[in-house]
């Protein structure tokens, strides 16, 4: 059997542990504000509850599925799973034997379902032998810390905090309660807030990208901020936030930031913001909330993002955003007008043409 | 003498460890199956055969060079090398006291001449002193675990594996034979074939960039699949391969990824993909086998890239790519047509061109 | 009170420990080789010198501010900082009781102040009880090792250099004195000069990606040089810095590298060189002195970019830049067409141009 013929399973039991279940519809239908249709004749919940989630072509009578894009509604029609989460619009499809959960956001009613049966590992309150704890170190008796992690002096772990093997925890930092922190990050110059998750490998509060030019050489200027990760706050893996020069270097509240992301110092994000895999924001940049920006986005420094405002992938943003406006191209421009140019382009350059004739004249 | 000045050493011996050599001209030629071509009179191997290996320019009597590019022929007929290796072309370029090593691929011969005097450091079986096993970790005997490495529960490490120091190998993890972990990699949520290397810093089975949008915050969506890493993947270093949400994040056997590439969420490569660095694939996205990406290239999620395609670098790939295809620009398009593009927009905004001049009207 | 209301002040003592002043204005002008220009009547200085630094909205008699950017000339009329560090221009707006030290660069000034009052941590000499320190490895007595480091055979460490947690420094690698090496980072087949700063997670003198095409599957060529690090080298944090395949991959004296950028194998940068983060250069392209390259460009392999050129943010390199040129776009082109090239563009398509109409024919 080759690795990749191994692939059909669910929550594969080594890597995640489910829960003792199994559960009721009524259950469901309560940690997702969703609604327990009535089915057709004959859907009924089966005896002693749902044992699991699959894939809607793989559940079987007691198990959990999902359904949120029409081009898959024929396997809605076939499926064996005995409850489909899904939008009012496709209730007709569910088979008799199916309850069907009902709801406007089948996705986030899924997330939790699935999280209800395979929820994050418990913390396991403790210290590993190998660890490296400052005496000055507050330790919450609740928070775990694996292997070879440093917690250094006067830093404060809140209760419940997971912290993982060679993790980094420098110098009177603090980490609020429920805090994940992955292994091999480093923290240092840092206020961390509750439930702040970190992947592994990223790096956080180190001295920002920044000197004077001097008469033989660069020096550095001091970094004098702090990073401030606000509640709810979750980092990817090998991302890298520079601490502030002056000012802080903040995230706001319940922002989501992917792997191996660029934040420069002194820049803020305000709330919910969402920055996608491999973008980067160059220091003392400001985005207001909900901002979203996408894939190997790249903005300058000292520019303004309005709230709302979604910057496109490997979009290059060289000044302010008003609130609310889709840019996208490098340098970023409207939406639509990209892709009219790439439209305009696109007919010019067309074989016959005259612009694209090598030796036309354009004059 | 200045660092800079230190560097015309070849395989400098406090780093690289020559094999027992030397090394006749027939087990050259059997390792790389390529031919002996009869020399000018006079062409003879040294006694006792070949010590070494060095640039063309450089190298001895008893040193093995290579020459691969036209551009330095004039070095070929100049060399003092006892062996080069060339193609069929170059015969006649080189020297009387020479001895030519004919192959239609002479860097892939020079790669295993280079690898025969310079192997791999071989993997001296143990489990340094400070590494923590957990108790329910089966080792292979003839693995090699470095300082502070740490293997988790339940999980397998197969003969002859190079573990680096304070690699992270988390519960359940399989690892095949002959893997090289390198320093400071984490991986979870894993099963990986025979004979992976990943090199420092990768971070392999995290969580994915994944979450639903609920009444007041983000939720996480449960990642509850695995990362796959097939027989002879090579990951480079800081590299990140986020685990499936539900299915499967696969890496086909032989491919190679670079450094700083972001794999999201179930995306599926096929055998012997390239990745180059800093490219990021966005979840779910399907390769084909052979499939190149160059580096910084993006690709959007949920597309299918076919066998043998190629992605320029810095391509911006939105949609699907067919088999063959080559692709550059952001977005992805032929490449004749990317150059046609450039080409007619420089004709248009020369300088005197109607459409460059600040007042003209062009509609 | 939250997160983000707790961020006004400066230099967290949690995190900055203050040098013991106060200062006077006569060193301040010393080591910032500055003029203290004639107040005007009554600026003086305050009794037993400056105790810190502020922000120039916020600084008191005792502080020193600064101010370099006219749009905020009125926070200068304003201020009451004890002295401020200015152009000459600014003299002028300088309030009564206030010193002005004056500089043509207001910013270097400053930044020697700010490190006068915040110096880098000292070292404290010693190894600490965790780290793996091999026998064979030569670790100066004024060095500071920190817990589980791993210092490999046959290293050098020289006088006065830091080393972090989790730092790998492996066989027979060379540090200068005076180096700060991060938290995780690891550094292999690496000379490193005097002075070089890497900040944590770095990956110093791993492989490179080169391969052979073999008959059934991708061949790893060795790679048998090294990393050279000159002198007052500063890299950031998780950046890839491969070694030579043959010759070695070098960074220049004094040039500074970003967070998350890679350099290629058999990379040559000159001195004085700054990259700036997610950038990419590949192997064996060769940059001159005082280049600089922006943040997310990249450069193709075996290039050569001139003295002092300058190359834009998510600019495509993809072939030689002569020296003191400034490119930009993708591919590089002179800044100057690149935004002729957006100007025409724009015109071209913009809303009833006859080349944006959907039906319009322009051969």
Known sequence: MTLREREAVVADPRFFAKAKGPFSADVLADITQAELVSRKDGGDEPVGGYVGIAPIQAAGIRDVSFLDNRRYLSLLDQTRAGLVIIKSAFVKHVPDHCVALVTPEPYLAWSRVARLFYPYPAVVPGVHATASIAPTAVVASSAQIEAFAVIGDNVEVGAGCFIGSHAVISEGVQLGQGCRIGSHVSISHSLVGERVTILPGSRIGQDGFGFAVGPTSFESVPHLGRVILENDVEIGANSTIDRGSVNDTIIGAGSRIDNLVQIGH??????????????????????????????????????????????????????????????????????????????????????????????SDVE
Chains 1, 2, 3 share one sequence.
Do not use: W
């Not at 996608?276 to 160059?282: L, M, T, Y």
């Open 266 to 359: 002194n820049v803020r994000l305000g709330r919910c913001c969402i920055v996608v895999s491999q973008a980067g924001i160059s220091g003392s940049t400001v985005l207001e909330d909900y901002v979203t920006i996408a894939a190997q986005a790249g903005l300058v420094g000292h520019i303004h993002i309005g709230t709302k405002a979604r910057v496109g992938a490997q979009c290059g943003v060289m000044s302010n955003i008003e609130a609310a406006q889709d840019v996208i191209g490098s340098p970023a421009m409207p939406v639509r007008e990209f892709f009219r140019n790439v439209a305009v382009l696109r007919k010019l350059s067309k074989k016959g043409s005259k612009f694209a004739q090598n030796n």
